[in-house]
C-alpha cells in the first residue's frame, strides 16, 4: 500500500501547480463538481459528516464518517490541521474495458487530521471519500468502520439481499447472486444485509448508486436499515478460526471471528472509496466508471499487451452435453477436442476446463482425472489457434498459488476461474489480490466466479477479465420456476453492472416463453427470446464472455452461432441509447468502425424508438423477435437494412424479448 500512498502524496504535488487553497481555520468546507451541480458540505468539527445535494436539492443529509481503531484511536475526530483544495483533468487509456479511454476530472478536497487524512473528491456525477492513514510506530487493528447513508426522505431503493442466513455472521458467507427487492428504505428489514451495488430512487428521476472501489486489502461493504430512511455500513470482521469444506471441500469455512475488521500494517496506506453517484438520466447507470475510475491505477511500467479478451465455448451450464457425435460425451480429451474444433471453426478464442479435469474433493490442482490429458489438450488448441482456461476452487488455489500459475502457465494453460470463494472479509480480499498478482507474474488471466462485485482491483490487475457477483443465467439449471430472469436481466445493467463486468454466461439456444421454462441440469435452457440472448452480448459487460450452450446446439442455428462468435468483447466506446430500471433498456457498443446495439424489454410487449444518430450512417444487419416469438420464444427474423438518415430506428419486442443489430460504416 506504499505506493498507493505515494502516488496520492505524489498528486497533491502535482496539484500545486492548478489553483488550490491551503489552510485550516473553517469547520465546514465546500466542494463542488466541476459542472458545478453537485455539492458537497463537508464538516469536521470533532467528527466529520458530510451532505450531498444536486442542482441545489438535497442527495443525502449529514451523514456521519469515522474508522475507529483497536487502541481506541478514532480516524476523523479531533481538529483539522490543514485543508488543501485542488483539480484534476486527465484522459486514461483502458485495458480490456468498455471504452478504449476514460476521462478523470474532479475537484478534490483534504482535510488532514493528527492520526490520518480524509480525501473527498466531486465527478460531475459523484461524490466520493476515502481515509488514508499516517505512519504509526506499530502495526494496529481497524475495530469498526462507521458508514452512514441518511437519505432525506423514504426513497424507494433496488435493494440485492443476501440470500441466506439469519445472522449477521451467517450471511458474510455468500455468493453475491441474489434477485432484488424494490422497497421504500423505511421497509429495509433490519435483521438483512444487502451487498453493493445499492441504487436508490431519489427526486424527478435522478438515481442515488452507493457503491465502493479500491477495496484492497480491506474487507468489503454492506448496507443495513434499521429503519428510516437512513442505511448503515457494515463489514465482515476478520477471521480467526477456519476449515475447509463446503462444496467439494473447496471452500473456507469460517468457524470464528476476531473483534476487529481488519489488520493494518504500521506503513501510511489508503483504504477504500465509498462512493455516492448521481445520476440525472437513469441509462447513464449503464455507463458508470466510477469503480474503475477509484481503482488503484496500473502498473505503467508492466506489459499488459499480453492480455486477449475474448468470447469462451463453455462445457459446465450444457452438462457436456453433445449429440451427432461418435463417442460418449463428458470429461474427457475426445469432448474438449470437440469444443475446441467447435471454437476453431467460429473463431472463438477459448475453451474452458470447468470443474471435473481435477480430482473430486481433494483440492488438489496437481491431480488430473484420468480421462483428461491437459498438456495433448494444450497442444491440439495451439494447432487449431484456441487458448485453454481451467476452473479451480479457492481452497485449490490457495494451498499454492505460485506454483499453479507457474507450472500451468509453462504447461500453455491461458488462465483461470476461480471460484467459490464466497466471502469478502480481509482474508479473503488478500487471497484475491495475490492470486491477481502471480497470475499477471505469469501473463495468465483470471476470472473470479463465487465472488463479489467489481470493486476497482479490475484497473490495478487488468488480467481480472472479468467478476461473477450476479445471479447469472446458471440460475435456470436449478431455479427456473422460482426466479424471475426476464425482469433481473432489466434490473442488472442499471445496478450490479454499474460496478462494472459481470460473468453472467448467456448464449442459450433453448429458449421458453414465461411459464414454460423448467429446471433442467443437462438440457438447461433461458425464459425469454432468442433475440434475447443474442441482444445480451451487447448489453452485458464481460471482457470474457462465455457461449454457455453446447455446441451441438450451436450447429443447429448457424445464423444465431456465427453472429454472436463474431461478437467483440472489448469496446472503444459505450453509449447508453435508453432505459428503465426494470422495464428495458439499450445500448450501443463501438469496436473499430462496427456498432453493436442491443435491446432487451421485460415480460411486457414493448416497441421503442432508438435514436442512433450518433453513428451516422450504416448498413444494419437485424435479429429481431419473430412475429410468433410470443408463443415460439426461439423464433426470430435477420433483415438487412440501411441506418436511417435521422439514425431514428424503429424496433418491436416480444414479450421477455431482444433486439439486436449490427452496423457496419
Not at 451495488?197 to 461493504?221: H, I, N
Not at 470443474?355 to 487449431?384: C, H, M, T
Given at each position: 500500500?506504499?505506493?498507493?500512498?505515494?502516488r496520492?502524496?505524489?498528486?497533491?504535488?502535482?496539484?500545486?501547480?492548478?489553483?488550490?487553497?491551503?489552510?485550516?481555520?473553517?469547520k465546514?468546507?465546500?466542494?463542488?463538481?466541476?459542472?458545478?451541480?453537485?455539492?458537497?458540505?463537508?464538516s469536521?468539527?470533532?467528527?466529520?459528516?458530510?451532505?450531498?445535494?444536486?442542482?441545489?436539492?438535497?442527495?443525502?443529509?449529514?451523514?456521519?464518517?469515522?474508522?475507529?481503531?483497536?487502541?481506541?484511536?478514532?480516524?476523523?475526530?479531533?481538529?483539522?490541521?490543514?485543508?488543501?483544495?485542488?483539480?484534476?483533468?486527465?484522459?486514461?487509456?483502458?485495458?480490456?474495458?468498455?471504452?478504449?479511454?476514460?476521462?478523470?476530472?474532479?475537484?478534490?478536497?483534504?482535510?488532514?487530521?493528527?492520526d490520518?487524512?480524509?480525501?473527498?473528491?466531486?465527478?460531475?456525477?459523484a461524490?466520493?471519500?476515502?481515509f488514508?492513514?499516517?505512519a504509526?510506530?506499530?502495526?494496529?487493528?481497524?475495530?469498526?468502520?462507521?458508514v452512514?447513508?441518511?437519505?432525506?426522505?423514504?426513497?424507494?431503493?433496488?435493494?440485492?439481499?443476501?440470500?441466506?442466513?439469519?445472522?449477521?455472521?451467517?450471511?458474510?458467507?455468500?455468493?453475491?447472486?441474489?434477485?432484488?427487492q424494490?422497497?421504500?428504505?423505511?421497509q429495509w428489514?433490519?435483521?438483512?444485509?444487502?451487498?453493493?451495488?445499492?441504487?436508490?430512487d431519489?427526486?424527478?428521476?435522478?438515481?442515488?448508486?452507493?457503491?465502493?472501489?479500491d477495496?484492497?486489502?480491506?474487507?468489503?461493504?454492506?448496507?443495513?436499515?434499521?429503519?428510516g430512511?437512513?442505511?448503515?455500513?457494515?463489514?465482515?470482521?476478520?477471521?480467526?478460526?477456519?476449515?475447509?469444506?463446503?462444496?467439494n471441500?473447496?471452500?473456507?469455512?469460517?468457524?470464528?471471528?476476531?473483534?476487529y475488521?481488519a489488520?493494518?500494517?504500521?506503513?501510511?496506506?489508503?483504504?477504500?472509496?465509498?462512493?455516492?453517484?448521481?445520476?440525472?438520466?437513469?441509462?447513464?447507470?449503464?455507463n458508470?466508471?466510477l469503480?474503475?475510475?477509484?481503482?488503484?491505477?496500473?502498473?505503467?511500467?508492466?506489459?499488459?499487451?499480453?492480455?486477449?479478451?475474448?468470447?469462451?465455448?463453455?462445457?459446465?451450464?450444457?452438462?457436456?452435453?453433445?449429440?451427432?457425435?461418435?463417442?460418449?460425451?463428458?470429461?474427457?480429451?475426445?469432448?474438449?477436442?470437440?469444443?475446441?474444433?467447435?471454437?476453431s471453426?467460429?473463431?472463438?478464442?477459448?475453451v474452458?476446463?470447468?470443474?471435473?479435469?481435477?480430482?473430486?474433493?481433494?483440492?488438489?490442482?496437481?491431480?488430473?482425472?484420468?480421462?483428461?490429458?491437459?498438456?495433448?489438450?494444450?497442444?491440439?488448441?495451439?494447432?487449431?489457434?484456441?487458448?485453454?482456461?481451467?476452473?479451480?476452487?479457492?481452497?485449490?488455489?490457495?494451498?499454492?498459488?505460485?506454483?499453479v500459475?507457474?507450472?500451468?502457465?509453462?504447461?500453455?494453460?491461458k488462465?483461470?476461474?476461480?471460484?467459490?470463494?464466497?466471502?469478502?472479509?480481509?482474508?479473503v480480499?488478500?487471497?484475491?489480490?495475490?492470486?491477481?498478482?502471480?497470475?499477471?507474474?505469469?501473463?495468465?488471466?483470471?476470472?473470479?466466479?463465487?465472488?463479489?462485485?467489481?470493486?476497482g482491483?479490475?484497473?490495478?490487475?487488468?488480467n481480472?477479465?472479468?467478476?461473477?457477483?450476479?445471479?447469472g443465467?446458471?440460475?435456470?439449471?436449478?431455479?427456473?420456476?422460482?426466479?424471475?430472469?426476464?425482469?433481473?436481466?432489466?434490473?442488472i445493467?442499471?445496478?450490479?453492472?454499474?460496478?462494472?463486468?459481470?460473468?453472467?454466461?448467456?448464449?442459450?439456444?433453448?429458449n421458453?416463453?414465461?411459464?414454460?421454462?423448467?429446471?433442467?441440469?443437462?438440457?438447461?435452457?433461458?425464459?425469454?427470446?432468442?433475440?434475447?440472448?443474442?441482444?445480451?452480448?451487447?448489453i452485458?459487460?464481460?471482457?470474457?464472455t462465455?457461449?454457455?450452450?453446447?455446441?451441438?446446439?450451436?450447429?443447429?442455428e448457424?445464423?444465431?452461432?456465427?453472429?454472436?462468435?463474431?461478437?467483440?468483447?472489448?469496446?472503444?466506446?459505450?453509449?447508453?441509447?435508453?432505459?428503465?430500471?426494470?422495464?428495458?433498456?439499450?445500448?450501443?457498443?463501438?469496436?473499430?468502425?462496427?456498432?453493436?446495439?442491443?435491446?432487451?424489454t421485460?415480460?411486457?410487449?414493448?416497441?421503442?424508438v432508438?435514436?442512433?444518430?450518433?453513428?451516422?450512417?450504416?448498413?444494419?444487419?437485424?435479429?429481431?423477435?419473430?412475429?410468433?416469438?410470443?408463443?415460439?420464444?426461439?423464433?426470430?427474423k435477420?433483415?438487412?437494412?440501411?441506418?436511417?438518415?435521422?439514425?431514428?430506428?424503429?424496433?418491436?419486442?416480444?414479450?421477455?424479448?431482444?433486439?439486436?443489430?449490427?452496423?457496419?460504416r
Amino acid at each position: 500500500m506504499n505506493k498507493t500512498f505515494n502516488r496520492f502524496f505524489s498528486t497533491l504535488l502535482l496539484a500545486c501547480i492548478l489553483p488550490f487553497a491551503a489552510g485550516a481555520a473553517a469547520k465546514t468546507w465546500t466542494l463542488v463538481s466541476p459542472d458545478g451541480r453537485i455539492k458537497a458540505e463537508v464538516s469536521a468539527s470533532g467528527k466529520v459528516t458530510y451532505s450531498v445535494t444536486f442542482d441545489g436539492k438535497v442527495v443525502l443529509a449529514p451523514s456521519e464518517i469515522s474508522m475507529t481503531l483497536g487502541d481506541g484511536t478514532v480516524f476523523g475526530s479531533g481538529k483539522v490541521t490543514k485543508s488543501l483544495t485542488f483539480k484534476n483533468n486527465e484522459t486514461i487509456p483502458a485495458v480490456a474495458y468498455k471504452k478504449a479511454t476514460v476521462k478523470d476530472v474532479y475537484n478534490a478536497l483534504v482535510l488532514t487530521f493528527k492520526d490520518c487524512l480524509v480525501e473527498f473528491r466531486a465527478y460531475d456525477n459523484a461524490v466520493a471519500y476515502r481515509f488514508l492513514s499516517k505512519a504509526r510506530k506499530t502495526d494496529y487493528m481497524i475495530e469498526s468502520e462507521k458508514v452512514e447513508l441518511n437519505f432525506p426522505k423514504d426513497w424507494t431503493a433496488w435493494v440485492p439481499y443476501v440470500r441466506d442466513g439469519k445472522t449477521f455472521e451467517q450471511q458474510f458467507k455468500n455468493s453475491f447472486e441474489n434477485y432484488y427487492q424494490h422497497i421504500p428504505l423505511s421497509q429495509w428489514n433490519p435483521e438483512r444485509l444487502a451487498f453493493l451495488p445499492l441504487v436508490v430512487d431519489a427526486f424527478d428521476g435522478v438515481k442515488v448508486m452507493v457503491t465502493e472501489s479500491d477495496l484492497r486489502d480491506y474487507p468489503g461493504l454492506y448496507l443495513n436499515g434499521q429503519g428510516g430512511s437512513n442505511l448503515r455500513g457494515v463489514n465482515a470482521p476478520y477471521p480467526k478460526d477456519i476449515e475447509q469444506g463446503g462444496h467439494n471441500n473447496l471452500q473456507g469455512i469460517v468457524k470464528t471471528r476476531e473483534n476487529y475488521i481488519a489488520k493494518v500494517s504500521a506503513a501510511p496506506r489508503s483504504f477504500p472509496w465509498r462512493i455516492v453517484g448521481i445520476f440525472e438520466d437513469e441509462k447513464d447507470l449503464t455507463n458508470s466508471d466510477l469503480t474503475w475510475l477509484l481503482g488503484t491505477p496500473a502498473d505503467k511500467s508492466a506489459d499488459w499487451s499480453w492480455i486477449k479478451p475474448g468470447k469462451v465455448a463453455w462445457d459446465w451450464w450444457n452438462d457436456w452435453n453433445l449429440y451427432g457425435v461418435d463417442f460418449k460425451s463428458g470429461i474427457n480429451n475426445e469432448t474438449y477436442k470437440y469444443y475446441i474444433d467447435f471454437a476453431s471453426k467460429h473463431g472463438i478464442e477459448y475453451v474452458i476446463l470447468d470443474e471435473g479435469w481435477a480430482v473430486n474433493k481433494k483440492a488438489d490442482l496437481f491431480q488430473i482425472v484420468p480421462e483428461i490429458d491437459l498438456e495433448e489438450l494444450v497442444s491440439y488448441a495451439r494447432s487449431k489457434n484456441v487458448d485453454l482456461i481451467l476452473w479451480a476452487g479457492y481452497k485449490a488455489v490457495d494451498k499454492d498459488i505460485e506454483g499453479v500459475f507457474k507450472h500451468y502457465s509453462a504447461m500453455g494453460i491461458k488462465g483461470f476461474k476461480v471460484d467459490f470463494m464466497d466471502r469478502d472479509d480481509q482474508m479473503v480480499m488478500q487471497f484475491y489480490e495475490k492470486v491477481a498478482a502471480t497470475a499477471a507474474k505469469y501473463h495468465m488471466l483470471v476470472d473470479f466466479h463465487g465472488a463479489f462485485k467489481p470493486s476497482g482491483l479490475e484497473r490495478t490487475y487488468p488480467n481480472i477479465i472479468n467478476y461473477e457477483g450476479v445471479a447469472g443465467l446458471e440460475q435456470m439449471k436449478w431455479g427456473a420456476k422460482e426466479y424471475d430472469q426476464v425482469t433481473y436481466d432489466v434490473i442488472i445493467p442499471f445496478v450490479r453492472m454499474a460496478a462494472g463486468r459481470m460473468d453472467y454466461t448467456q448464449g442459450a439456444m433453448v429458449n421458453c416463453t414465461k411459464g414454460n421454462a423448467y429446471s433442467n441440469n443437462s438440457s438447461p435452457m433461458s425464459q425469454g427470446t432468442r433475440c434475447r440472448q443474442l441482444a445480451e452480448y451487447a448489453i452485458f459487460e464481460a471482457p470474457l464472455t462465455m457461449l454457455c450452450d453446447s455446441p451441438s446446439n450451436y450447429m443447429a442455428e448457424p445464423e444465431c452461432t456465427d453472429f454472436i462468435a463474431a461478437f467483440p468483447t472489448s469496446w472503444d466506446e459505450t453509449v447508453p441509447v435508453c432505459g428503465k430500471i426494470g422495464e428495458y433498456v439499450a445500448i450501443a457498443r463501438r469496436k473499430g468502425n462496427d456498432w453493436y446495439v442491443g435491446a432487451l424489454t421485460d415480460w411486457k410487449e414493448r416497441d421503442l424508438v432508438l435514436d442512433l444518430g450518433f453513428i451516422g450512417s450504416g448498413k444494419m444487419t437485424v435479429f429481431q423477435d419473430g412475429i410468433n416469438a410470443h408463443r415460439a420464444a426461439q423464433d426470430y427474423k435477420k433483415t438487412a437494412m440501411d441506418l436511417p438518415i435521422d439514425g431514428k430506428v424503429q424496433i418491436h419486442m416480444a414479450p421477455g424479448g431482444g433486439w439486436v443489430a449490427k452496423i457496419s460504416r
